[in-house]
């Protein structure tokens, strides 16, 4: 789903990347659909740097899930914003319980991260003439983050478009689906071959657990982020 209307047909794209099941299954979305499909990912100081590793270990392993598509993956790019982190301090940051804070809110969850992403990611397209952003925010499975809603995507598409003068495409291919159509989506994208890679190499536990092996792929098995890839998986299994 774009937020935005392309004006031109779009032929690249740059992907917020953590290396994750939703924006693995976003990296390969948008192998099949633009030409030239550049990543990025953030260190925002998130406590565990297995998700920075697990970024790696999928874009390698894109290629052999995707072959015919391998010639279209480009540069992975990291932008350093631990700075902004330590200011917006949370579970993922620092070393807190996963509770349910007064507003409401998980304590996984880091104010404004996905606002600060797309305008380092919007910046970055547009000196690297990239035409959409590409990012896996969801509001139908998720853990209640207001910024991973599709009206704060339209609202920053809207903003990043004033603010850069040209329009700004962001597509969000997951944004209605369960966590058990986003495993669908992968494997209709890639077959086994791509949920394997998911499976193996992407992570998503907030623990940072890399011991644990269960049919769905490595965690903890108890944070909120594993009992959501869990219950997709199942899903998702239970209705093949």
Avoid at 15 to 37: H, I, K, N
Avoid at 128 to 140: F, I, K, N, Q, S
Avoid at 172 to 194: F, N
């Amino acid at each position: 789903m774009s937020v935005i209307q392309e004006t031109t047909p779009s032929t690249s794209a740059l992907v917020l990347f953590s290396g994750g099941q939703d924006s693995a299954t976003c990296l390969a979305w948008a192998l099949q659909r633009f030409e030239r499909v550049e990543t990025v990912g953030f260190d925002y100081g998130q406590r565990h740097a297995v998700e920075m590793q697990a970024r790696q270990a999928v874009r390698d392993g894109m290629a052999e899930a995707l072959p015919d598509r391998a010639g279209w993956l480009g540069e992975d790019h990291v932008v350093d914003l631990t700075g902004y982190g330590r200011i917006a301090e949370s579970a993922l940051t620092a070393d807190r319980k996963i509770e349910m804070d007064a507003r409401g809110l998980p304590t996984t969850f880091v104010p404004g991260r996905n606002l600060i992403f797309l305008v380092a990611a919007a910046a970055l397209a547009d000196r690297r003439g990239l035409d959409v952003l590409v990012g896996g925010m969801c509001e139908t499975d998720y853990s209640g983050y207001p910024d991973c809603r599709h009206e704060t995507m339209e609202a920053m598409a809207r903003a990043l478009s004033l603010g850069l003068d040209k329009p700004v495409v962001i597509d969000t291919p997951l944004m209605w689906l369960t966590k058990a159509e986003t495993w669908a989506l992968a494997h209709r994208i890639g077959g086994d071959g791509l949920v394997e890679l998911i499976v193996e190499d992407s992570h998503t536990c907030y623990q940072g657990d890399r011991t644990h092996r269960h049919a769905w792929g490595y965690g903890c098995g108890d944070c909120p982020a594993c009992e959501l890839r869990a219950a997709g998986h199942a899903e998702w299994v239970a209705g093949r």
